[in-house]
Structure formats: structure tokens, C-alpha cells
């Protein structure tokens, strides 16, 4: 049996037993059941799609972030990708079978591998993509996404965009940190003290939720794994940390990222903020950050306090009808209704 597994979904009521499965890399079959939902860990390789792309997308979530999971499968969908594409969540859930189940039915096929005891969900991003790409063929590359975007542009376009280096978007605010920025100086100097010696500096600073890597870019990935678990043992991640600016690792998952991709030469091939629709326009996707997320605003509500439907909000809601029903078709109807209504009463509220 081929070393690199990963789980698949499916129903059963067999009986109940306990096993935790956190890698690709567990050398026998095994299965294992969570709230009546079936795991079988088997060769993801052994697909039920056409796979038409070498670009595997990776997605991570944890609790209702599945909700946002599933319009992304939809926007892959909507923009031509076929394929498998790799969920990795802290526990499986009878809705999960369901997008498993209707995605198949629009070409891609969704493999499941579940990480329990993950403190934050950042921790998985380079460690999934390094391991994906340690067991792959040499010319296999993968893309990340957080569970909050859609995609506004061919699949093709993030396909040719990702062979010319690791593909990353610009952050909209302290996008450009100069070579002499004092936060990143402050990175350098962290990274001396523990033996690393930096490569280049980029003077951009980028968004942690897309990133694309091919097997060149596994030390960068390890690095980013690396630097992160460094601050765990600091006590510097976690949502109780302090994000003020000031500080060197204020915004720890992200500034994680930019620090390691000092400590390896690769090439980058950068966007600016409004690929991730950051600006007025969205070029490749729109990203719904910060903690008022899509599915869990109050769009009235929202609008009234004088903040309208985002591009991003607009993007996740426009991506939840199908092929994979996101919402059930009642509340799906409501909230295209609270919506068409928040819209206008932002328009009101600007003009006052």
C-alpha cells in the first residue's frame, strides 16, 4: 500500500471506536467513526475524478468556517477546476459527508484528513502543503486557500500564475514593509538569535490565507512550520496575544509566513491587494477577513450600523446555491432577501 494516505468520507453505523489521524503518512488502513460519520483512510491518489490540473487546492477549517469551505468548492467549480482538492478540519460532520457527496456529482473529489488537537487552524497550512508535496511527483504543486474566499477567476489563470514561483497576494494595510522596516528588522534579529541567517528581503508583506508551492518550495513551508512553533513554545500565537503593531509577531500566523520567506532565495511572483479584493475590484479572489464572516452577519442589522455587504460578502452568498447547497433553500432565499435590503439601506446611510 502506497505511504501517503489520506481520508475518505462516507456513512455508516458501524461500531463506535476511537482513532486520531493527523497525517498523510499512517502506513495501514484504518477507519474510524465520529458523530455516525464513516472515515476510511485510503490512497488519495485513487480518485473518482478526471484530474486535469497538477495543481491540488488545499483548504483548512474548523467549526461553521465549513460553511464558507463549501462556497469555495462551488466557486472552484463555477470557475473550471476538476479535480481532488484536500479538506483538512478538526472533526467530520454529516454536512461534510453532503459536500463530499454533491461535489463528486460536479467533478471534484474532496478527501477529508482530519487534525485534532490543533490549538489554531495556522499551524496546518505549511505543514499540510509540505507533506502533500513530499509524497507527490516532482512536478505537482499545490495552492492554499482559507475556508473565507472565492474565486472570481478562472481556475486556469491561478494554474499558469502558480509556475512562476510562490504565488501571494499583497496585504492591504502595511502591505509595502520597506527593507529597513523596523518590524522586520526586529524579525532578522529573532532569527539571528536562534541561528538562521536570512537570504533576501522582499519589502512586501502578504496575506497568509493563498499561497501556491511546488516541491522547490518544501524548506520554505518547513521554515514557516518551523517559526511557528517557535513562538508557541514563546507564548506569542493564540487569540489572547497582542496584536499591537509594535510588536514584532503582533499579527503571529502572518507575520510567521513573511519572516520565513526571507530565510530561502525562491521565486515569488507577487499580486498586489486587489487580487484578494482588498481594493474597490477583485482580480483573482475575494477574502472575507476579520470576524464578522459571511455566513454568521446579521446584514441588516450590519448595514444600519453603517457597514454594508462587502464585495467579499457578495462573493460567498453569490457562491452558495450550487452545484453544493451551502444553505438550506429557505434560509438561502432569506439571506439573498436581507441582503438585496442591507445593500440598499447602505446606500441610504452613505449619503446621510
Request: hydrophobic share 40%; with cysteine; net charge neutral.
Amino acid at each position: 500500500m502506497p505511504r501517503s494516505m489520506l481520508c475518505r468520507i462516507g456513512i455508516s453505523r458501524a461500531t463506535q471506536s476511537r482513532f486520531t489521524y493527523g497525517s498523510f503518512c499512517e502506513p495501514q488502513a484504518s477507519t474510524f467513526e465520529v458523530s455516525s460519520v464513516f472515515i476510511v483512510i485510503s490512497d488519495y491518489s485513487q480518485t473518482t475524478c478526471d484530474i486535469r490540473s497538477m495543481l491540488t487546492p488545499l483548504v483548512a477549517y474548523q467549526k461553521d468556517y465549513r460553511y464558507g469551505a463549501a462556497a469555495l468548492l462551488n466557486s472552484l467549480a463555477a470557475q473550471g477546476f476538476r479535480g481532488r482538492v484536500i479538506f483538512a478540519t478538526d472533526s467530520l460532520q454529516e454536512y461534510d459527508h453532503m459536500v463530499q457527496q454533491q461535489a463528486r456529482g460536479a467533478g471534484i473529489d474532496v478527501i477529508f484528513t482530519v487534525r485534532s488537537g490543533v490549538n489554531h487552524f495556522a499551524f496546518v497550512k505549511p505543514t499540510l502543503a509540505a507533506e502533500l508535496l513530499s509524497t507527490s511527483a516532482p512536478h505537482e504543486r499545490v495552492v492554499y486557500f482559507d475556508p473565507d474566499i472565492v474565486l472570481v477567476a478562472p481556475f486556469e489563470f491561478i494554474d499558469r500564475w502558480s509556475q512562476y514561483g510562490i504565488a501571494l497576494v499583497e496585504e492591504l494595510h502595511f502591505y509595502r514593509m520597506h527593507d529597513r522596516h523596523p518590524v522586520r528588522l526586529e524579525w532578522i534579529d529573532w532569527l539571528a538569535a536562534r541561528g538562521r541567517v536570512i537570504q533576501r528581503t522582499l519589502g512586501m508583506y502578504f496575506n497568509s490565507g493563498f499561497f501556491t508551492a511546488s516541491s522547490s518550495a518544501i524548506s520554505w513551508l518547513r521554515d514557516w512550520a518551523w517559526i511557528l512553533a517557535e513562538l508557541e513554545v514563546e507564548g506569542q500565537t493564540g487569540p489572547g496575544v497582542d496584536r499591537s503593531r509594535h510588536r514584532p509577531f503582533a499579527t503571529w500566523d502572518q507575520d510567521a509566513m513573511n519572516a520565513s520567506l526571507m530565510l530561502e532565495d525562491l521565486p515569488v511572483s507577487p499580486m498586489g491587494p486587489d487580487a484578494m479584493g482588498f481594493t474597490d475590484t477583485a482580480i483573482v479572489l475575494l477574502h472575507a477577513t476579520g470576524p464578522e464572516k459571511p455566513w454568521r452577519k446579521r446584514f441588516i442589522h450590519s448595514a444600519l450600523q453603517g457597514r454594508p455587504p462587502t464585495l467579499a460578502d457578495r462573493g460567498w452568498l453569490g457562491n452558495c446555491r450550487g452545484p453544493i447547497s451551502v444553505l438550506p433553500v429557505a434560509e438561502y432565499r432569506k439571506r439573498v432577501t436581507e441582503m438585496r435590503i442591507a445593500t440598499a439601506i447602505g446606500r441610504l446611510v452613505r449619503r446621510a
